[in-house]
């Protein structure tokens, strides 16, 4: 009975230290708008669509960025559902790999249809992913077409602040999928124990702290010196 009260107990706690974690970066972007380099990417992608929209000599520049952009979410939807389908393969064969697996689990559940519930959870998160680069894609492919319309035949409806609504909001479907994947890692060490999805989680949010916050300009010159050192 103590195995599966341990799993649970650490998937809870993974979640809420996440939970948390996202919490703590709403609390700082209350006090500084640009404390998180998704914050500036907005505010950046907003004052991108003005420039482009407001000079239609940028209309090749502004299809080239979108088209990246597009390229990067699609390649990402395409992973997505490879891990998907990797993830059913398991499904299928849990008699033969959950012993092998369970190996190093000293403190989880050695029980088949607890194994079987982490693969859905597993599943169910590679589905959000391949959901929200789905949308982000859908979303990048309106802006391109709303982006390149002539002045002279602009609708009301297509200015560029609704156009930078769209554009942000793909951002924002590329950054949920992104999100997805990094819990995705958790998720897959929890397959070989809880206590190996705990550490996980602990290392993960060590590492979106260093990568959520905006440069500032001591990190730029620590990386200046560094590189003159070199």
């Known amino acids: 009975m103590i195995g599966p009260i341990n799993d649970i107990v650490s998937f809870c706690a993974s979640a809420a230290l996440l ?35 407001g000079d239609e000599s940028k209309g090749i520049l502004g299809v080239q960025t979108l088209r990246n952009s597009t390229m990067a979410a699609t390649f990402l939807a395409s992973t997505a559902v ?25 403190l989880g559940s050695l029980h088949p249809g607890l194994w079987t519930a982490k693969l859905l959870f597993l599943l169910s998160d590679l589905f959000l992913a391949f ?15 709303q982006l390149n319309v002539p002045l002279r035949d602009r609708s009301p409806s297509v200015n560029p602040k609704s156009v930078a609504v769209h554009l942000n909001r793909a951002g924002y479907y590329y950054s949920l999928g992104m ?46 010196t560094l590189s003159d050192g070199l």
């Open 131 to 145: 959901l929200s680069f789905a949308m982000s894609v859908r979303l990048y492919n309106h802006v391109g077409y």
């Open 19 to 53: 939970a948390g974690y996202h919490i703590y970066l709403r609390v700082k972007l209350r006090r500084n708008p640009h404390y998180t380099i998704q914050a500036v990417n907005h505010a950046a992608r907003s004052a991108w669509v003005k420039g482009i929209m």
């Open 179 to 224: 999100r997805a994947y990094y819990f995705a890692v958790p998720l897959v060490f929890w397959l070989f124990g809880p206590h190996f999805m705990a550490a996980a989680t602990l290392v993960l949010i060590a590492v979106l702290y260093h990568v959520d916050r905006a440069p500032k300009e001591k990190d730029e010159s620590d990386v200046t």
């Open 82 to 106: 490879l891990l998907i389908i990797g993830t059913l393969t398991l499904s299928e064969q849990t008699d033969k790999l959950v012993n092998t697996w369970h190996s190093l689990n000293v």
